[in-house]
């Protein structure tokens, strides 16, 4: 397995106190996995449910976002639903939990239920039903307590639920198709004729007709489930994550293609899509307006929400609030005051007050995967700001108002990396295309790769005239501007190397085996280690003689040239937030800095000054719950990460699926003690681009996550 490492070059010093990490108002966007409405006598209420960053509420719309988390200790929210004046939402791993007050405050509500990965909700009268990744569980009393309900559930991983007819209960399963209780979960029996795909996402009723939402397609039932047939010939390779429906005729499928549209009960469908950045739809609901209309609102994976007031013709993105996003890159200005901001799906975002409000620059920008930034002088007293995306480089001129596409010569627009030596010399790291240079701002562009024997260029590291590139197989250095190539790093050849550099110790940070340190420009290294207790590291950064770690266990800090680490994560949230992928410095504007942290679940910030005055070490506790993590880059090519935690000593296995549900690759089939864990899938070879399942199973655990490969 190749493992990642990443790189940097230093000196160092002292420390001292507790740090704490506030989130900043942005970047806005994100991962939605679930939208729900509640309409009352106080108004419309739509709630988000987002992988990383809770619940969000918004009262007007969609124009405005707030986060509703106080009470829920798990951010990862697979589900929603309205029942009266309560609101419930199942977790990825903690359960179910209560909030009575429109979100304001949360409780858990876990009495009796033994598996805490829940993806559904549903009622019949008084009686709550649950389903999760162990079953179907109900309770009588709004979550109380809840009891087990799975006599002749043969499957239990259960991600849907439904009600027709007033008192037939559906059970959609991941495997096992389709079930039906007549009896409240009593038993279940089997109702799966013509259904030829068993892995049931969801499920959406309208009058007599039900919709059954599968990775190959959507399928219709007219007699309750007895029979199925498949409705959407057109579009039956893609996967369908949310159905629902709008004035009784009008059924909307989202998809990992984007939304289409059915006035014919499934007979035909049609894409709608204008306006819609974002086409990996995982949720869409409506909304009655005041005036008489109708809202449908869309939850994207990577773009967060977005609206339509006119039946899906066009859709404007209404995000504001909503600090659910991964930061994928930072940059600052020469000045300071400007603070840039790369997403994964998002664009690029500008911050001119410290974080604490971020406006979405993307005019010209076509492709919002924005892996890399860079800055540098225009030579006429303005600066030139370059954005490396999935679809080639972009240069803005006006901090960001506009953009340019800077592609010619430029034979492979994966760009993965950007960096600007000697002033003048931009490079461009590519995914399968080596190194590019412009010394031009990008207007043209030459290959130079004599020497490199690896063309995944991951990211770039500058000391003095040496240029170093990390990629997949390890190490590479230039001492003539790019012209030449050679490794640099024979023991560790083996180690995807993603770093950054600065000083005379070039520091490098692998995910997996922690922070090496060599100090003969990479001609040896040694592991630094010692008290870093999260080895997956993505970030590395230097402020004076102290540097600092961005790790998937948060942010650690070194004042001894790496021979040591301590935490600094108070405040920084022990879940997504404390996935840190990028690290920045920037000045405050009153003589001192910020520390910027890019995550999982945005962008988050501490003065500088408490970092390096003082640390408060953190205990390194294992996991007390299973859990599967998003894989990282998603989407990916070729390789990306999975990360994963296990609480007891098991068997474990993570299987890929194709779309079809056909078993392509064995990640892991071994025993593992307690603790976190990352595996690396690439794609290389036959693998087309689409999209994928990966599911991971020990003991009575089951989680299934998709993934997007992107050729």
Known sequence: MHKKIFFLFVLFSTVAVNA????????????????????????????????????????????????????????????????????????????????????TSWTQIDSGLTNFYVNSFTVIGANLFAGTNGGVFLSTNDGTSWTPVDSGL???????????????????????????????????????????????????????????????????STNNGENWALANPKIIKTLVLSLTTQGGINIFAGSANGIYLT???????????????????????????????????????????????????????????????????FASSPSGTDLFAGTLNGGVFLSTNNGTNWTAVNSGLTNPMVNSLTISANGTGGTNLFAGTNGGVFLSTNNGTNWTPIDSGLTNTSVQALTISGGTN????TNGGGVFLSTNSGTSWTAVNTGLTNDSVQAFSIIATNIFAETNSGVFRSTNNGTNWKMVNPEIIKTLV????????????????????????????????????????????????NLLAGTYGGVFLSTNNGTSWKAVNTGLTNDYGSYVITLAISPNGTGGANLFAGTYNGVWMIPLSEVITGVKEQQNNLPNSFSLMQNYPNPFNPSTMINYSIPKTGLVTIKVYDILGREIATLVNEEKTAGNYSIQFSANGGYASGVYFYRMESGSFAETKKLLLLK
């Open 20 to 103: 704490q990490w506030s989130q900043t108002n942005g970047p806005y966007g994100g991962y939605i996995n679930c939208l729900t409405v509640s309409q009352g006598a106080g108004g419309t209420n739509i709630f988000a449910g987002t992988g990383s960053g809770g619940v969000f509420l918004s009262s007007n719309n969609g124009t405005n976002w707030t986060a509703v988390n106080t009470g829920l200790t798990n951010s990862n929210v697979n589900s929603l639903m309205v029942n009266g004046t309560n609101l419930f939402a199942g977790t990825n791993g903690g359960g179910i939990f209560l909030s009575s007050d429109n979100g």
């Open 154 to 220: 043969t499957n239990t991983s259960v991600k849907a639920l439904a009600i027709t007819g007033g008192t037939n209960l559906f059970a959609g399963t991941n495997g096992g198709g389709v079930f039906l209780s007549t009896n409240y979960g009593t038993s279940w029996a089997a109702s799966n004729t013509g259904l030829t795909n068993d892995s049931i996402l969801a499920f959406s009723v309208i009058a007599t007709h039900f919709f059954a939402e599968t990775n190959s397609g959507v399928f219709l």
């Open 263 to 329: 006035t014919n009960q499934g007979i035909s469908w049609a894409p709608v899509d204008t306006g819609l950045t974002n086409l990996d739809v995982n949720s869409i609901v409506s909304n009655n307006t005041e005036t008489g209309g109708t809202n449908l609102f869309a939850g994207t994976w990577g773009s967060g929400v977005f609206l339509s007031t006119n039946n899906g013709t066009t859709w404007t993105q209404v995000d504001s609030g909503l600090t659910n996003t991964e930061v994928c890159s």
């Open 426 to 429: 931009l490079f461009a790291g």
């Open 498 to 545: 993603v770093s950054t550099a600065s000083g005379v110790s070039i520091f490098a940070g692998s995910v997996g085996d922690g922070v090496f340190l060599s100090t003969n420009e990479g001609i040896s290294w040694v592991p630094v280690d010692s008290g870093l207790t999260n080895l997956n590291v993505y970030s590395l950064i230097v402020s004076g003689t």
